[in-house]
């Protein structure tokens, strides 16, 4: 009998940024068996992009027990979590090198358990660069979830083309959709009309283009007076997200001189969205969010329709538009089976979306014999050439056991070691957010 049958349901979500553990605790509540008791362990993983105290708050996910770890000091602890203590599910909500790293090293410590935890991975949002390699990295786990129905039939597509087994792949949608209907433009009295331009990291990511989307946005606040004109962004300067931001627009809008009905925010993107009459981004996940709640939306095209955007994603959706469009009033209207099939479910079904993904879990908690061991696709055999540099990034040898030198697991870090982290992580982002642009700009000369 699984374990989830004789107690609360035990459910641990590894996460390396502060939107993979919104999309890993959020998915880990979607998925589990209707009723259950749920009981949640974060776990986050040490580096770059370790989410801060503000950011953890502004994800709005709560757990049981939330904890930094290194990649060698979870696989402690997951081989350590026998008996009452044992996992029924876990969550990893990594970049794709990362997944496979924790699948090769999970196998080594669970390599003698049939009571082991399902295994569940995914991704945060669209996918539109890297799908065969992020896509053969998540390989392995138990559930590979796909967020519309498009993605599940191109992963198993994958999959398929190169001989591997596509029996994982569950099509579920977004977890972080809902919120209340879109209710109309407002009257003027209670609220003004809000226009929401949400930011990315890393998209476009060189100063011209990103001088231009302010440029733009701060005319459009001149030219409507009478409007809110939000610039919604995901970090404060020396955070880190899943991308990395070496332009912040908080650092060029000082260069400028916005009128007074233009405002930077920060805070829940489900907050923003509830006083928004319209979304514009350039391929933000929160496009699919403001569809699901039928918010006027556009992906903007100024910049171009190009896979280094990632708008080419929005081909077909009907949303796409330019800022002039825009400021003569035009709202696209979405194409409806596009937004079907991107998992978006404007029309209902979205609760009956993670059904699929319930039962799988359902079934596998209760596989007699217990799971088998994790398979991924690549191994030593498969890909000698890359997976020892992949698990070599996470201190761990090419049989997933750790290399010499490898961060410790014996004990918590002390009050000199914490600082020490914090220092050299300051100084990483300090890097990346002004010496290395610098040196690029040089390099240019």
């Known amino acids: 009998m699984p374990a989830s049958a004789t107690k609360a349901l035990r459910v641990a979500v590894l996460a390396d940024s502060d939107t993979r553990w919104k999309w890993g605790a959020l998915t880990a509540s979607r998925i589990s068996p209707e009723d259950a008791d749920i009981h949640l362990d974060g776990y986050l993983l040490r580096g770059r992009a370790t989410p801060t105290a503000r950011q953890l708050r502004e994800v709005g996910v709560t757990a049981d027990s939330l904890r930094e770890v290194t990649a060698v000091e979870f696989l402690r602890a997951m081989g350590d979590a026998t008996g ?11 970049v794709g090198g990362g997944v496979q790293a924790m699948l090769h090293g999970l196998g080594r410590v669970w390599q003698d358990r ?34 519309s129905r498009q993605d599940a039939d191109r992963f198993r597509d994958v999959y398929e083309g190169v001989g591997a087994d596509a029996a994982a792949v569950t099509e579920v949608a977004l977890p972080f959709l809902g919120g209340a209907a879109y209710g109309g433009e407002p009257d003027g009295q209670e609220r003004p009309y809000t226009v929401v331009f949400a930011a990315q990291p890393s998209v476009p990511d060189n100063r011209k283009d990103r001088t231009y989307l302010l440029e733009r946005l701060i005319r459009h606040a001149r030219r409507h ?37 233009f ?70 209207v979405p194409d409806p089976e596009w937004v079907a099939r991107q998992g978006v479910a404007a029309d209902g079904g979205y609760e009956t979306a993670f059904d699929a993904a319930r039962g799988r879990i359902t079934e596998l908690l209760g596989r007699p014999g217990g799971l088998p061991p994790l398979a991924p696709y690549y191994t030593p055999v498969t890909a ?8 070599a990034r996470y201190h761990l040898g090419p049989d997933g056991t750790p290399l010499p030198g490898a961060p410790a697991a014996d004990k918590a870090p002390g009050p000199v070691r914490q600082v020490v982290r914090r220092a050299a992580r300051g100084a990483y982002r300090h890097g990346v957010q002004r010496v290395a642009p610098v040196i690029r700009r040089m390099g240019e000369l």
Not at 230 to 254: A, D, N, W
Not at 384 to 391: A, D, E, Q, S, T
Request: glycine share 8%; aromatic share 4%.
């Open 84 to 94: 009452e203590e044992s996992y029924d599910i876990l969550v990893l909500a990594l």
């Open 114 to 147: 049939a009571d082991r935890p399902v295994v569940v991975t995914g991704y945060v949002g669209v996918v539109y660069e890297k799908l065969a390699d992020g896509l053969l990295l998540r390989h392995g786990a138990d559930l590979v979830l796909a967020n």
């Open 225 to 261: 007076p009478e409007r809110e004109v939000l610039l919604k962004l995901r970090s404060k300067p020396g955070e880190h997200t899943t991308h990395i931001e070496e332009l912040p627009y908080q650092k060029l809008v000082q260069r400028a001189d916005p009128p007074p009905n």
């Open 263 to 332: 405002r930077l925010v920060y805070g829940h993107m489900g907050e923003v969205l509830d006083r928004t009459d319209l979304l514009v981004t350039i391929s933000s996940t929160a496009a699919l969010e403001s569809l699901h709640r039928r918010i006027p939306t556009v992906v903007l095209s100024d910049l171009g329709v190009r896979e280094a955007l990632g708008n080419h994603h929005f081909v077909g959706s009907g949303c796409l538009a330019s800022w002039d469009q825009l400021d003569e009033g035009h709202r696209p």
């Open 384 to 391: 000698p050439g890359y997976l020892p540099g992949i698990l």
